[in-house]
Structure formats: C-alpha cells, structure tokens
C-alpha cells in the first residue's frame, strides 16, 4: 500500500480537505475477480477503535495496482486501509459472457448465478438499500421464471443485464474479505501547517526609544509593520524571566555586564520559568492583549518552547532530580565538548522522575494553549529524547488537533527526518546552506518529490538570529532579496527574522563566522524601520504574489526546467487543476548579469505546445509573449534577480491579453 | 534495515556459503556516540525462539548509516536483526579528548571515567573473557591511583590508552539496547538452488524401438547422453498414471484414440494417483534405480508436483469433499472460460476438508522426499492457494532444508513475485517472450538489481513442451544457439525442454500458435539423438563453461554495457572478487551478420582504462588483445551468434598470454 511512511510505523501527513490518493496491490490466487475498496475513518478520540469506516470505491490501474481516494475534511487523526475479496458474482458473470458467446449450454451456470445475485439481494437488503434489493431480487425472479420456462433465450438475455450486474456489484460478499496487514494514518492539519509567512522578532526590540528594554505593548506596535507586509505568522524568540548565573554578555562573551539583557533561551530567574512573562516585557494580561492585538491584525502568535532552564529556574531548587548530576554532585550543564554552557541546564529525559517531568512539560504547552497560543517553534529537538516528542504531541494534538509546531533541528538527515515523523507539524531545513543551482535542485526535489513529501513540510529561512549565512554577507542587498524569492517560492512555507533580514544586516562577528555581530540574541537592538534600502516592498509584493497564486501554497508540484546558464536556476509551481500556473526564474550570482535559455517542460505547465502563451512577471509586472520550451532571459542582480511570472495558455486570439486564462 | 522483502513480511534467500550483508540506519537523539550490531541465528527446529544469537560487528558508514554482515553456513532459516543504544564509555573517552585538548580541568570527567570504565572490565567478566576483565580492571586500578596521587598529568595519559579504550568498547552495556521492530529471516538453500541446469525429458519417449513405451529403466539409458551434456537436473514430467475420462488425443484433440498415451498431467487412474508410478513406466524400484543412476552421473532427479486429479483419481470416489461441486452437484472440471478441460478437477483448496486435503498433498512431497527427491518442479501454482504454498513449503523446509522447489508459473508479475516471496526457490519467467535488446536490458535489470533479487531466482527455459516461442520457430538453429547462450549466461540456472530443444525442432501446430506440432505431451515421440545438426557438442561447451567461470553462477553481478547495434547485447558477471570475469556479445539477429562497437564499463570488469586486455572467447577460443572500453564485434548467426569472453588484465607483458590473470 502507498503512501506509507516507514512500513505504516508512521502517519502521513495532509490539509483539511485534501485528497488521499491510495494505491494497492491487490491480486489472488487463481482466476477469480475480486472486489476490494478503501476504508478510512476520522478518530475520534477515545472511541476510536469502535468508530465505524467509511469505504471508498477502488478502481484497477491496471498489473494488480488499485487506486481509491478520499478527502479529509476534519483536523485530526485518520485511519485507512484497504479490504478485499473473490467476487463469486463477478466471476460467474465474465465466465457466463463467455459461455454464451461460445454458445455453451448454460443451464447450470444460469441456476447457480440465479443464486448468487439472490444473495446480492439479501446484503442489498441488509445494508439498508431496499430499493436496489428490490431490483436485484426482481432480476433473480426474472431469471428464475425464464429457467423454470426452459426458455434459455430470455434467461440468458435476462442473465446478461449489464446494469444490473453493475447494481450487484455494489453489494459484495464481505465475509470472506481480507485487510491490509497495518492500518495506516494521516495526521491532518489545517492550512497553515502548509502555507504559512513568519516574521521572527524580539519584543525587547521593539521599544521606540533606543536604549529602553522594549515590552510586549511596544511591540504590539509593531503589528500594523508586519501585517502590511502580509505575513501571517508572528514568532517571538523566549519571553520568560533570563537567567543571571553564567548571564552571557554582547556578542557571546562569557561575563556578563550589569545592564546586559542576556539570551532570552536561558529561561528562568527568581522571577518565574516558562510559564512566566519576563517583567521587562510585561504580564500575562499583557501578552493575551498582543495575541488579540495579532488576530485582529490577522497574524497568529508562535511561542518559542526550549526546554531547557538556567541556574536561577525554579524547576532546580523545586526538581533537581529532573537534572543529571555531574560525579561531583553538581548539576550537568549543557556542553559540546571542549565548549561549555554554563549558563544553561538540559533536562534530564531518563530521569527516573521521568513521568512527573513529561508531564510537566505537556503543562507547559497546556498553558500557553490557554493563553490563545496554537503554533510552537521547538528548539533544538533533536537534543530531546525522540519518545517524548512522540508522546507529548500526540497528547497535545489529541486535545487540540489544530496546534501546529515547528522543529528548528539543525542536524542529521535521518535525525531532521524522525522529528517530522515522530509529528512535528513543520521543520527547519538546509536551505541557509543550499545555494548553487545544483544543490537546490537535489535538495528540494528530494525534500519534495521523495518519500520526506509524505510527511516532512519544510519552512525555509534565509537568515535566524543564530545564522547569518556567508552569502548574505557577501552578497548584500541582492542576495537578500534572491535568497527571499527563493524561499518564498520554493516553499509555501517559510519565514524572516526581521527587521535583520528586510535591512540586510549582513555584518558577521569575525571572518569566517556565520554570527551576527552584536547578536540580538545577546543585547538590545534599535532599528529605524523605514530606512530607504528596506526590502519591506519587495517582501509586501512577494506575499502578496503567495497569498494570490494557489500555485505556491503547495510544494507538491515542484519541477525544475533546465536552463543553459549554471547561475539561472528555474522551477514551477501549479495548482492541481494548473488553473494557476507560477515559474520562477532566478538569477543565482549575486554579482553579475546572467543570461540563459530556458527549456520549459510545458507538459507539466499544462501549454500546448504549438501554441504561444502569456509570461506575466509577477513582480516587474512586465509581460511576455513567450512559444515553444526555449526561451530568453536576462536578469540584473541589484535591480531584481528574478522573474515569479504567470503562465497563461492562449485562449482565442494572441492580440488581446484578457483572453488568457 | 536492508534487505528487507515487503517490510520484513518475507524473508530475503540467500545460499550456504554466503555473506549476509545488513545496512541499518542506526541513531540517537542528542549527541551521544552509540553502539549497534548484528544479531543472527539459525532456527533449528522447535527451539527456534531460545537459540543464542550470534553478533557480528556494525560499521558506521556515514550519514547515520551502519554496515554489518554474517555468514550463513548452514541450510535451513536464519533470523537477523539489530539492536543498540547510547554509550556512555565511548561518548566519555570522545569529549574527555576534547577537554584535555582543551586545557580543561578534567579531574571530574576522571572520576567518571574510571568508573564506566570498571563497570566495562564487569561485563567483560560476565561474558567470561576473564583476560580482558583483567586488562579493563588494572586500566580503571591505573587511572585511580593516579587520581589518588593528585597526578593530573598521569591520570590524563592512563585515560587516553587508546588499546584499552577499544577493548571497553566491546563490552557495551547492553542492558539498555532497543531493538529493530521486527526479525528478518533468510532462507539458505544449498548452491543447486542458485546454480543449476535443468534437462526436461519423457520418460516415455526414452524408448530404443519407436511406437514402443519407453520405460523408466530406458530413460536411465539416456542418463549418460544428459550427462555428457553437463546438465546437473534432469526433470521429469509427471510419472503417474494417465487418466482414461476424457483423455486428450494427439495435438491436444478432444478425442483420443484408443491407443493415445494421454497427457502425463491428467493424473489419476484405477492404478494409483500422486504416489503411484504409471505401469508403462515401471515400478517405484525402477524409480529408485533411477533416482540412483542418475546420481552416479552427477545428476539430481526434479520431480513435477501438478496438484489435479482426473475422473478416475482415487481421490474423486475417497474424498469427493476435496473437489468443488456443480451447480448440478457433479465435480467442477477446470475451465477458463469458454475453454473447458474435462479431463482434469483442480481441487478445492477452500473446501471445509481443507485440512486433510492439505495434510494428504503435503504427505505427497513426504513420499517423493522418500523415495530419494530433493527437487520438485510444481506446475501452475498461482490457480493454487497462496496461504497452502506458505504453508506446506514451509512445512516441508523445516525437515527437509534440502529441498528446492520450482514455480512453473506463468501469469501476472505480481503473482510470479509473490509465489516467490512465499517459499518457491526458483521460478520460471518471461524469458521465453523476451527477444529485443532493451526487452533483456529491463527485464534484467529488474530481477537482479531490484528487490525482486532477494527473493526471486529466475530459471531460464528457452523452450518448454507448451512453449515454442515464435523467435525459435522463425529463426531455426541460429535462433536456437542464441536463445541457449542467453539463457544459460543471463542466468545462473537455465533448463532445456529436451531432445526438442538440441535437435531443433520448431514446427508449430498453427501459424501464430505457441505449441508444438505433434506435442509430446499428448503423445510418444522417437528421436535420432545424434542427428548431425544436434547442439549437444555447443550445449557441452557452454555447460562447461557454466562450470568453469564462478561468474556464470550468480546473477547479482549482471552488468550491462551499451553497444551502438540496437541487435547486439553486451553484459558482464563477475565473480565477488573479479578474479573471474566474462563478457558475453549477442547478435540478437538471427538471419544477417550484425557489427557493432561495445562501449565497456571497464571499472565494472576490474581492467584498468589505461592498459591492453585479453578477451578469450571460450566458445571459440580465439583471443583477443584489446584495449579500452571501445572495442569492434562482428557476430554471424549461422556459425555462433555470441562471444564468451574470459577477460584477463594484464599482469607482466603484453607478449606472453599466461601473464594474463
């Protein structure tokens, strides 16, 4: 059966109102016909095994592959499977056809399937469908009469109805059916775990005045900024109470001053953990206000989760044994040797407390769900234990099927994979390290086209407070808007940390180094938002482009086009119907004009291809009228390295654009 | 884990001698190292579930991936799987090298070390290598008192004792190991089921005098003639006695005449059934004798094993319930609609005496086992129940490891491949409808590269007594050369439906029929065996070439390489270390001489690019010096439509032929 992940050990993942497509392969013994059809049932929490199934039809493919499908309409959890069986009716029926036409006698096969569309009669009947009962019992008389007549014409004409053969079909014997070996699962979400915009910033930031520690109302300020540019998703780094034992100071350094603000993921101080609000920020009331604030503003709010605590955290007068010991009693801090994070304490997954800690930290998501919260970005997941991450958002999506978490995991493939699997809604990628054309092409038709597409959902940052990749430092103001196209088109998911990304701060801490220098990670930061080289239009038109073309709300139509030039990298994007039709077309040298011949692949773009067809860019609004696979373009880095151009197929005469669809 | 077949549903085969090479994708959340290895056992019988494991040794090969094998020695079925967890001695001696590098005060990490490294010489104790217990105990003794000494300096020098830290290694603590979900399971067979050619002869036509029944102890007069030939198998249709009711006449007609022999798979008369010898044949002694003789000729005796009864069956009149009724409440005779064929009841593998009748065809294998067969060639086993082959395969395997069986089955792909999964050792294929270059290149490629290699071994018959493909009829004896230098190459198992194939007999019954004009099936046949244009002096050298090149006896090596004559086939096998390699070149035409240029993968065939090679055609034993991937073929049908090439690289000089290896 198909799509399965890891042998059914894992659920797929699809939208609310997406449609299932299943494949099996179905075959028996022998020579009979078989019936076989597609189960599927929404679990409704603690019923479910008694919840009843659904059945959709399955139709042969042809070499013993079967498909069905089904549309997912709740959030939640589905099951399916596929059941089948001999269809003795069937059977009779083809052979009888054949009989027939060899002019066989077929007194004895007429009685025996005079008996069998009887029985289609009587599980018409008990499956409610009196009518079609009816009809088929009225068959079996007909049949029968003929029979008892000894009048082979009109039995045999009478045998031979098509339609209702057709009518028995519906009805077939279930009792001898057999299932799949698993039923398998699909965790369905809604359509935000596909198509999403995040805008990353620091409410501490946000204070109009330089100097000032900003707070939650200050950044409420802010929402007006970044709904004009059409994200849809607000993520605020950790607002908890900051540690002070082992405080890091600006830039990383290891001693703290006075008035340093510290990183906002070394959570917890005498003030509270992570279910307080850091008093420079605010309050409770305070944060419930931005989240309302956010909604009328139509922006959701993602909380950071890091599950981690410094020194000063409650949890570690109240529960050391939640902590490992270092054989000298003290409590293990985080480290990457030779590197220590004093600042920082894991928790301790295999405590043998382990039960009261998992539990609190499902609290934790508990109580920021109550706070209005639905979508989370975990940090550093891959440093927790992978049984927990199973467990704990199971529980929560038991209760609340419309949370949504995001995995920031910078780590292995097999590693970044299991997190997905295990039901993170979303995850961090490669993409801040995937940049030549070739790399884009194996690692996004991977991420896309391969098994991780059944359950992986990428979203895509060009830069994070922690990665300010080496070719936005080069690059500059071109590279930041090529490497915004890219994620925004590439994915329909993907996010900015700003204003970093719409001012092109590009300043790395040293040579080499992939830190921001004055990390806002580490320290207060004022910015003037309306500064003249803002991306902000850009990043407005490119949202916009999303929100208007469902072509790039999905990844699952990905293709990439050759193109003559190493540096001209293109790809499309089409709704399934290919109503909408996007291909994007970008300059991949930061530096230097690029020219090239592309080779559309106008089968998968749905042109004919004898036919000229609109090219309508999307971003310059220039519009080309292009014919045939190969065609020209030329793209200048510091004006725009790209085009997002609209395809449209000719309707009825090439002189008036409005005839495009 | 790999191989797997159908996610651990079926086990994967493989041959006594054998290495069985298991990959698994093996990882931990956070960052500790870990351990892993290979579990495998043989099932011997009832105790199967408290057999030891073995352990054989897992190797990371990057990316999370980690290599282990193991040998299997023994026929029967093995089990395997993998299991690991985190390890807390190599993740300690992997950072406390960092901290030392460091400058770290590592005082700490010392104390901890000394006592992962004790809890190690403890396990080594248990597992009774008492001489590394030791080793491990004075490593931990060294290191303490080190520490008591407050000698930093030697502490850190005992710690980092890179031979003891490999011998901890060892000794992981295993009581925390997870293990892979499922067990996989191997079935070894002994080397005949990997490398085997098959001789079809009718006893009944082995007779000296024509017209006369030829006898069991005639055909042990062919034994010689067989073995001369270098076959290994020689199979035998049905010995039992032939059904009277409904008897095929000649050339498959309706009507027999009196003194027809009928079809040896009509089984079933007054005289016995199943475990009976037909009385024209002989007796069960002059089976024995038989089964002897041939065995002092080096060949194994294949037995064919067609579950179906005639009317006048034992069976039919003692166990009526083993058979499907009529409507009219008379036997159902086997039909495919609107074919019937009277003559034969299939049994009702469904019926409620399922369990005797199952029981009764499995003693029939029990008998034949007895009377000294190992091998057996079951006819049509896909119209038989898929679980009954589970079954009694595995029943039969589990006394008998030894033996091997043959699907005749000619039907659907996914069929063919799942009589596989279910037991079957070998299989016949679509080889006999395979003609054209790219035909052999997929259908090739696709049983030995794909999964289908773990589980199906395809056995190659050019011809069978049903099978006279229409390239054999057109093409006559070039034809005939070409098929058998494929099948016998292509494949490490083969057969030949004989004399009919070595005398080139290719007259079909109709034009566009498949079947042989006077098939033997239906009747006796006497042949000259030394008729001049007989290929048994061809067949001879190929089988001794077969046996004289380890490359010929395995497919998984199956390499093909591109040649600019869409009628020339080129490919390679090679034994596991290319000591042996052979390259055979096909004119696939079978009426005009065909010239190409071969495009060799030479890395494939261990030659270096830069130096000359011997290619020595061991059909022809002319040899050739070459160099270089592109190399000139020019094949003539009439005389040999092929080269089997030795390939030799060369060792010393290009002067003298023995410095070839």
Chains 1, 2 share one sequence.
């Not at 993942?13 to 392969?25: H, S």
């Not at 959890?77 to 596929?82: D, E, I, L, N």
């Not at 204070?207 to 007006?224: I, K, M, V, Y």
């Not at 890219?486 to 180094?513: D, H, V």
Request: net charge negative.
């Amino acid at each position: 059966m198909r799509p399965t992940v890891d042998c059914g050990r894992f659920p797929i993942k699809r939208i609310v109102g997406d449609v299932v497509r299943v494949e099996a392969e179905v075959f028996v013994d022998g020579h009979d016909e078989l019936w076989c059809r597609l189960l599927y049932r929404h679990q409704d929490g603690a019923d479910e095994d008694d919840a009843e199934w659904s059945t959709a039809e399955m139709r042969p493919a042809g070499n013993d592959l079967w498909r069905g499908e089904f549309k997912v309409t709740k959030v939640g959890q589905y099951r399916f499977s596929v059941e089948g069986a001999v269809d003795p009716f069937q059977s009779w029926y083809r052979d009888l056809a054949k009989r027939i036409q060899a002019d066989q006698d077929v007194a004895t096969e007429l009685a025996a399937g005079e008996r069998l569309i009887r029985a289609a009669a009587r599980r018409a009947a008990i499956s409610g469908a009196m009518g079609d009962a009816e009809r088929l019992a009225q068959w079996a008389d007909t049949l029968l009469h003929a029979l008892d007549r000894d009048d082979a014409g009109a039995a045999q004409e009478a045998a031979l109805n098509e339609g209702l053969a057709t009518l028995a079909v519906r009805y077939p014997d279930q009792s001898l059916a057999s299932r799949y070996r698993e039923e398998l699962s699909v965790v369905v979400d809604r359509e935000k775990a596909r198509f999403s915009a995040w805008y990353e910033v620091f409410p501490r930031s946000c204070s109009p005045h330089q100097g000032r520690h900003g707070t939650l109302r200050d950044c409420e300020n802010w929402l007006s900024y970044i709904a004009s540019m059409k994200f849809d998703v607000v993520y605020l780094p950790p607002i908890h109470p900051i540690g002070r034992t082992y405080r890091k100071g600006k830039n990383n350094s290891a001693v703290a001053e006075a008035d340093d603000a510290g990183s906002p993921w070394a959570i917890g101080g005498p003030e509270g953990g992570h279910t307080s609000i850091h008093p420079l920020l605010g309050t409770l009331d305070d944060f419930r206000h931005f989240v309302e604030a956010a909604k009328r503003h139509g922006l959701e709010v993602a909380l950071d989760i890091a599950f981690q605590a410094t020194p000063d955290h409650p949890y570690v007068l109240e529960h050391p044994s939640w902590f490992r010991k270092r054989p000298d009693g003290s409590i293990q801090y985080a480290e990457n040797p030779p590197k220590k994070y004093e600042d920082i304490y894991p928790f301790d997954f295999e405590t043998e407390d382990w039960k009261a800690l998992w539990e609190e930290l499902r609290q934790i998501f508990e109580f920021w769900i109550g706070q209005g919260v639905r979508i989370f970005r975990v940090d550093n997941p891959h440093t927790k234990a992978f049984l927990f991450w199973e467990w704990v958002i199971g529980e929560i999506k038991q209760k609340h099927p419309d949370v949504l978490l995001l995995a920031e995991a910078f780590t292995r493939p097999h590693v970044m994979y299991r997190l997905a699997k295990l039901g993170f809604s979303q995850s961090y990628t490669y993409f801040a390290w995937r940049n030549t054309k070739q790399e884009i092409i194996d690692y996004f038709t991977e991420l896309t086209q391969g098994e991780a597409a059944e359950y992986f959902r990428p979203n895509l940052w060009p830069n994070t407070p922690d990665i300010l990749p080496e070719f936005l430092q080069a690059g500059g103001r071109p590279a930041f808007m090529l490497r915004l196209i890219l994620a925004a088109t590439l994915s329909a998911s993907y996010g900015i940390y700003g204003p970093a990304f719409e001012l092109c701060e590009n300043t790395a801490r040293a040579p080499g180094s992939e830190e921001y220098l004055n990390a806002e990670k580490y320290e207060l930061r004022h910015r003037d938002l309306n500064a003249p080289d803002s991306l902000k239009s850009l990043i407005t038109r490119i949202n916009r482009i999303r929100r208007e073309n469902p072509a790039l709300q999905t990844n699952q139509t990905l293709r990439f086009h050759p193109s003559d030039n190493p540096f001209v990298l293109s790809y499309s994007k089409a709704s399934p119907d290919l109503s909408n039709v996007v291909v994007v077309v970008l300059n991949l040298d930061a530096f230097h004009v690029q020219k090239s011949w592309l080779d559309l692949d106008l089968a998968a773009l749905g042109i004919p291809a004898d036919r000229s067809f609109q090219a309508h860019d999307l971003l310059s609004d220039a519009r080309f009228l292009w014919q045939g696979s190969r065609n020209y373009v030329e793209l200048t880095p510091e004006s725009l390295p790209a085009h997002i151009l609209r395809v449209r197929r000719r309707v009825r005469s090439e002189r008036d654009f409005d005839y495009y669809l």
